[in-house]
């Protein structure tokens, strides 16, 4: 089983770091800003294979030359269709990068709406999704449209259930109090809230997240859904029930809050 941590940067954003199989070497995602990275390097004397980009904001992407100052030989690796300075290697939909001594092969899903350029990396046992899906919410839609992110999740959600999801951001707690608006209800929010809880008081990411746990309380994954559809139609005057609109004007609803 891989080895992954979340180091804490700037607020609320996490960088997740993969340890190699032999824990002498570390992969990072998203590096918002390098010195968390150094420290933890530092600290469990690791050298740098590699950096993943999920897309070109700052909060993801702004360690980049720091670590490349530091560390010459990691692969920094990002999104073709998004502007990302730094890059030494571009990837999109359906490439793949392969790390021999992490016994890992991540795949590339093009998961335009928050960026248009915005990639995510998975396999079977993980996703790295960046702004794009968080736990109980998901991504704003910055340059794409409604669509576009609607048929991004829908990607992510035909992964297995088991997939474990590593989002950018810890908004699990504010995002479960908003879907329980939505679905005053539903049992399992309930149960993911008490478990996401334990973990904040207790100082620990409430991340990573299955997909299950994601498809039972997540609206956004949920726009097909009779109580979701009938909360959307009930806030905003919407007649429409088909789940591009039900997630536009939900993702609306949401940005009000
Ligand atoms: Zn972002």
């Not at 600290?43 to 909060?59: E, G, Q, S």
């Not at 039900?246 to 609306?252: G, K, M, Q, T």
Request: with cysteine; glycine share 6%.
């Amino acid at each position: 089983m891989t080895k992954i941590v979340a180091l804490p940067a700037f607020q609320d954003n996490y960088i997740w770091a993969i340890h190699s199989l032999d824990g002498s070497h570390l992969i990072v995602v998203d590096p918002g800003t390098a010195e968390p990275v150094f420290a933890y390097l530092h600290k469990h004397k690791l050298d740098l294979t590699a950096v993943l980009i999920t897309h070109h904001h700052w909060d993801h992407s702004g360690g980049i030359n720091k670590q490349k100052e530091h560390y010459p030989n990691a692969a920094i690796i990002g999104p073709q269709k998004d502007n990302v300075q730094g890059l030494t290697q571009l990837v999109q939909e359906n490439d793949t990068v392969t790390f021999d001594e992490y016994g890992l092969t991540l795949r590339v899903f093009d998961i335009p709406g928050h960026t248009l350029g915005h990639i995510a990396y998975y396999n079977d046992e993980m996703l790295f999704c960046g702004d794009t899906l968080f736990s109980c919410g998901c991504g704003r839609i910055f340059e794409g449209t409604s669509s576009q992110m609607y048929h991004s999740l829908d990607k992510l959600k035909s992964l297995p259930p088991n997939t474990l999801m590593y989002c950018g951001h810890e908004y699990t707690l504010a995002n479960i109090a908003f879907a329980q608006t939505v679905e005053p209800n539903n049992h399992d929010l309930t149960q993911r809230k008490e478990n996401a809880l334990k973990l904040r008081e207790q100082g620990l990411p409430t991340l990573p997240v299955t997909l299950a746990t994601e498809l039972q309380t997540n609206p956004f994954l949920r726009c097909d859904k009779p109580e979701v559809i009938q909360a959307v139609q009930k806030q905003t005057s919407l007649k429409a029930a088909d789940p591009v609109s039900i997630f536009a004007n939900l993702r609306e609803w949401k940005n009000r809050t």
